[in-house]
């Protein structure tokens, strides 16, 4: 009796779940209706988030000032600080939190909430950490140092070139905590982002692969861009900053493959401790040429090198064991490679001058500065690319240029015609231990990206037989 019970119970259920089925299920004709316009709803989507984000934008600008020649006062009004506030927020600077001298590059950054100051901070720049005070219905409610925590990531990037470099990495390398929000709300925000691909490209473009492509010609669309690299993250505020490039691969959409990595080692030359890093392709060849081809980012050629040259300013004829370079005062002077600061210092003629030790016998001289880079002097390693002064017209000088010479084993010889060797390659213990951590940190990229990396091709020599005939 039990058993029929539990099976007309069955029945019933089967009944009653076939009867909702029926009654809820459309016909074919009513189900079959125009298609989703995924499209239009997408856009729908999308600009109800622009509106949000401008609403959210319009509710928060951010004003910054930096201090020049002037004090904190004029730095503090230009942020939009004035009377009573002005006062009072001077007074917490410089006598709550201590903030008695003030440098010229100092940042200040006010945050306003719908035309109401919230926040300050003043950035230091000599310090790693700001002052915040916080403001309650625009009257200072609480104030702190804030020192300024740092720690350092791997992040890997991985972009397709659909039109330019810069656009590949604008879409592809932005993070996404670059801002607390993870969104770019306020051209602060836009100021940063631009910031941060600007030093990524230029570590990229002009310094890691400068001696293997021309970004200008070679660029391709469909061209591949892989690279492992460095980032500060600063937790207190929010903020990432690009900190170096430690390998990347360039694959051409037409064949080819170019590679760099990282190599950290203390040069022979260098008196210092330091442990340096340079960048190797993959069988140990420096990526880098001895010497860059100028000392200066841009610049004529105002007079070139010659053994007879009348002198502009003496006006008799002596020789002119050098290249001039006419560049506006102030233009950053890259030393041409690495080596030693053997002079830095006045030198008659020369006005302020610089001479660097290199290698093989060179040396390279720049004169005429108008300045020299600060923690520098005689006896300092100096990297190549790095800046050692500042283009100026002092000595014997009509304008505003870089006097660049160039000696090997002691006699001066033309810069624009010298052939100049490779850099070293990396041979002995040395290339062994790069060969090693090299497929380490293939292995460890490969993670990172989430995919295997590109490798060069191997091409394979054929066999050559030789038939062996009876003598």
Known sequence: ????????????????????????????????????????DIQAIELCRNEMLTVVADTVEVFSSTIGDGFLGGAVRDIGITGGLYLSTCEILIDSLGWNVQRMGDTLSAIYNRGELGELRAY????????????????????????????????????????TVWAALWDSAIPDDLTESGILLNSRDSSRAIGYISELQKALTDRLFIYDIDFYYDVQVGDKLWILFEENRYPMDGETGFRRILAAKYQFVYGGLAEAFPFFHRPDEAESAEIILDHYHRDGASLRTMFLKMPVPFGRISSGF??????????????????????????????????????????????????VRHANGYESGYGHMNGFAASQAVGSYVRQGEIIGYVGSTGLSTGPHLHFELKKNGSYVNPATEILPPADPLDGAELERFLTEMEVIEAQWSMLAGMVLPIPEVTVEPEVIVEETDQ
């Open 1 to 40: 009796m039990l058993r029929q019970r539990r099976n007309w119970a069955a029945v019933l259920v089967i009944l009653a779940a076939v009867v909702i089925m029926l009654f809820f299920t459309k016909s074919s004709e009513e189900s079959i209706g125009n298609s989703w316009n995924f499209n239009e």
């Open 124 to 163: 230091p720049g000599n310090r790693r950490g700001f002052y915040r005070i916080l403001y309650t219905e625009s009257s200072p409610s609480s104030w702190e140092y804030v020192p300024q925590e740092r720690w350092i990531r791997q992040r890997a990037v991985s972009c397709e070139i659909s039109t």
């Open 306 to 355: 010659s053994t007879a040259r009348q002198h502009p300013i003496l006006g008799y004829t002596r020789a002119h064991h050098g290249i001039d370079y006419a560049s506006p005062t102030g233009t950053e002077i890259y030393a041409i490679g690495d080596g030693t600061i053997t002079f830095r210092g006045w030198n008659s003629g020369y006005g302020n001058l610089i001479r």
